[in-house]
């Protein structure tokens, strides 16, 4: 039976307790018309640089970031330091293209990606077509963080079968339920200022501590196996590992602001200066994920997986486990639950975001396009916040009943999905060349070629593409973009011809600029 880390859960439930308080008194936080869409979903698109950079930062950077890429390192080695390329790749990304997006988001009123694609090429089945990618690929990623929260839960001694043992789960979820429908947006943004302060004080400390006590990096690099730092060259005839890891990293930096949290944090920006200043503060993040990935590193050196604590958390956890048994190890009761809760808070976060963007996309793109068209706004506020609630729900079950393994893998397929939305939204934003139905049909030959090749895969996400006898082995996501993208360009070339499927767009030229660039041109 485990014994309950008394200290560690006290700290814990405090900090916990604490940021269930701010998410409630969030409502009044800049207040707003809740009853309305854009106010509860977006917090009134009024956030500035500063808790715009945390609000992205809280969305995109979560507790299974903080738990899975140092699994990765532990159980992997050094292909799981693809995340820190990726994420500077990302953010030159997010300077150029998304302030376009948010000008026109701005302009037209539009929450979600489907109502861009919607008013961009005026076809509401490609814009059915986001709308469902966006959510299917948000589900599992929100059943994931509460696996975090999981994680750091049993770690702390509280576990149990049935549910007694889910019961931490489920009052957790709770919390997130209710805060989130109550204040919605503004909840997640508060909390995230506390919850990113707390990781930001854990991973330095962890990493000048740990080291200390090790006896420096040196001695920890020593200690990884030298087939986990990918010393060997790679096979011949194929490109190996190092294929990929750089189709991992560009194929996730073209994948990750497609998700629907990523662009409800964008639309809840004050201006698209706001967005272009994050692209350039983000990149903190950056540091801050190749700092956890080093933890991987750390807790091989530190033998956990020789401990006992980490044999009953590994039954359950894998992997996943090495971070909680390395911080068990290396530091005293009172640390470990301002870690944990820095891990449990960082759950809640994105989990509340990603809740409110699925219902956000459910609210806007089905049941108003397809469902109550003249529903009013109150209306339309509450289906929202009733479908954040079965969102949650939704996924608490995923955890509760679906074996750990399936829910992650269903995650992983997460990403081929989202990067099928880029050539409608990305390519959206600079050209109407694109024949909407081809579009589409693109989109459900990448979306189904990619699942396919998932599953035969045994459920990776990397898939070796042969030509001309040479193995290019890479991330799946980035190979079926490209025949996405050449199936989609091919056929507008013959509806084009044929005169066939003609879109109409509802924005103009001036949407996608800023106030300022309009003022000047004027002037």
Not at 360 to 382: A, D, G, M
Not at 498 to 521: H, I, M, W
């Amino acid at each position: 039976m485990a014994t309950i880390n008394w200290t560690a859960l006290i700290i814990f439930v405090v900090l916990f307790g604490f940021i269930t308080w701010l998410g409630f008194v969030a409502a009044h936080w800049r207040r707003g018309d809740l009853e309305h869409l854009h106010e509860w979903g977006l917090g009134g698109r009024r956030f500035g640089t500063l808790i715009t950079w945390f609000l992205i930062g809280g969305d995109l950077y979560t507790a299974y970031t903080f738990i899975a890429v140092p699994a990765l390192a532990f159980g992997a080695g050094a292909l799981a330091f693809f995340a820190v390329p990726y994420t500077i790749i990302v953010y030159p990304i997010l300077f150029v293209v998304f302030p376009r997006l948010w000008c026109v988001a701005h302009r037209r009123g539009y929450i979600t990606s489907g109502d861009f694609v919607r008013g961009r090429f005026g076809n509401r089945w490609l814009a059915l077509a986001i709308t469902v990618t966006g959510i299917v690929a948000t589900m599992p990623y929100i059943a994931l963080q509460l696996v975090g929260l999981q994680v750091v839960i049993g770690a702390m001694g509280v576990v149990g079968e049935g549910w007694v043992g889910d019961a931490p789960l489920i009052i957790a979820f709770l919390i997130l339920a209710a805060f989130t429908y109550s204040s919605g947006l503004r909840a997640p943004a508060a909390i995230a200022i506390v919850k990113d302060s707390l990781i930001f004080i854990t991973v330095f400390t962890v990493i000048i501590v740990v080291p200390i006590k090790m006896g420096g990096y040196g001695a920890i690099f020593s200690a990884v196996p030298p087939e986990k730092l990918l010393l060997k060259p790679p096979p011949p005839g194929s490109t190996g590992a190092y294929g990929v890891y750089a189709t991992l990293a560009l194929g996730s930096a073209l994948a990750l602001l497609l998700y629907p949290h990523s662009l409800t944090g964008i639309f809840s920006a004050s201006s698209a200066h706001a967005v272009r200043r994050n692209a350039a503060m983000l990149p903190a993040y950056s540091l801050v994920l190749g700092l956890l990935a080093l933890l991987g590193f750390m807790a091989i050196a530190a033998g956990v997986d020789k401990l006992p604590e980490y044999a009953a958390g590994f039954k359950q956890f894998k992997n996943n486990f090495a971070v909680p048994a390395l911080l068990l190890q290396m530091f005293p009761s009172w640390f470990v639950g301002i870690a944990f809760a820095a891990i449990g808070i960082g759950a809640l976060v994105p989990a509340a975001i990603m809740s409110i963007a699925a219902a956000n996309l459910f609210t806007r793109n089905i049941y108003k396009e397809f469902l109550r068209p003249n529903c009013s706004h109150v209306e339309e506020s509450q289906m929202a916040k009733w479908m954040s609630l079965i969102v949650k729900a939704g996924a608490l079950l995923v955890i509760i009943f679906v074996p750990l393994k399936y829910a992650i893998d269903m995650q992983l397929l997460g990403g081929i999905l989202i990067i099928q939305t880029l050539p409608a939204v990305i390519f959206g934003l600079y050209t109407r060349w694109f024949n909407s139905w081809a579009l589409l049909i693109g989109w459900a030959v990448g979306t189904a070629i990619g699942s396919i090749v998932f599953v035969q895969a045994d459920f990776k996400t990397t898939w070796q593409l042969v030509l001309a006898g040479y193995g290019l082995p890479g991330y799946t996501a980035l190979y079926t973009l490209i025949l996405n993208t050449a199936v989609a360009m091919l056929l507008t070339l013959l509806f084009k011809a044929l005169k066939f499927g003609v879109d109409r767009d509802e924005t103009v030229a001036s949407d996608y600029q800023p106030a300022s660039a309009l003022a000047r041109q004027s002037a």
